[in-house]
């Protein structure tokens, strides 16, 4: 069946008309979050799990400064397609207004089911990633560690070391191994294991 776009959330003035008693914008359907930094793979990660092209891919980091509502027909859920953060040629006061924006959505979605954390698995989490994963940890709202491009490890040694480095970062934060999965948009099953956790 069909996967739609709903609608967009550009400013924090918009959430009490769009976001009421659990319903936004009139639909009940839980909400996952796509976060991570720009580039990281979100919107690419969101077409590859709705198996539409629906939300838009950049090659220019730093575009997307809403976000993104789209109905993920299949799973019966509300994806949101969030902007990205980690872009340092972004001025300060459009870094405030996204902080303001998330800030003001996250505590307004009382239907958020979980949180997907991309991480791009060639560097791992940096400053900025781990910073997001406490921000959510601290709000209490179910994460989904997800390292994307696994396609650009090209060895299985390769793949081992940055396991392991990454899971010796993450395990300062409560994360092992079965908390992780890991994707290539061009790799089919990563996508189809990633689509059965998130049911
Ligand atoms: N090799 C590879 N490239 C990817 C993968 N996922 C996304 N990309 C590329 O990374 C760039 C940024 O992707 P995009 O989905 O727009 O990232 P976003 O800014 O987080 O939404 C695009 O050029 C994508 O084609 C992947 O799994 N493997
Ligand atoms: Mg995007």
């Known amino acids: 069946m069909a996967s739609e776009y709903l609608i967009t959330l550009?400013?924090?003035?918009?959430i009490p008309t769009l976001l009421k008693r659990g319903f936004l914008n009139g639909r009940s359907e839980p909400r996952i979050a796509f976060v991570?930094?720009?580039?990281?793979?979100?919107?690419?990660?969101?077409?590859s799990l709705l198996e539409q092209k629906i939300a838009r891919v950049s090659s220019m980091p730093g575009k997307t400064k809403s976000i993104h509502f789209f109905l993920w027909q299949?799973?019966?859920?509300?994806?949101?397609?969030?902007?990205?953060?980690g872009f340092a040629k972004v001025?300060?006061?459009?870094?405030?207004?996204?902080?303001?924006?998330?800030?003001?959505?996250?505590?307004?979605?009382?239907a958020l089911e979980c949180v997907l954390l991309l991480f791009d698995s060639r560097h791992g989490p940096t400053d900025q990633?781990?910073?997001?994963?406490?921000?959510?940890?601290?709000k209490g709202i179910p994460i989904q560690i997800v390292l994307t491009k696994i396609d650009q490890l090209k060895t299985q040694s390769e793949r081992a070391k940055r396991k392991r480095e990454?899971?010796?970062?993450?395990?300062a934060f409560g994360v092992d191994d079965s908390d992780l999965a890991w994707v290539s948009v061009k790799d089919k099953k990563s996508i189809a294991m990633l689509r059965e956790r998130l049911k």
């Open 36 to 47: 991570g930094r720009s580039n990281v793979g979100k919107s690419s990660l969101i077409n």
């Open 10 to 14: 550009a400013d924090p003035g918009q």
């Open 129 to 138: 990633d781990l910073e997001a994963l406490e921000f959510f940890a601290k």
């Open 166 to 171: 990454i899971l010796e970062v993450l395990s």
């Open 74 to 85: 299949d799973q019966r859920k509300i994806v949101a397609d969030l902007p990205g953060y």
């Open 91 to 110: 001025a300060q006061s459009e870094k405030n207004a996204w902080v303001r924006l998330l800030d003001s959505y996250f505590s307004a979605d009382k």
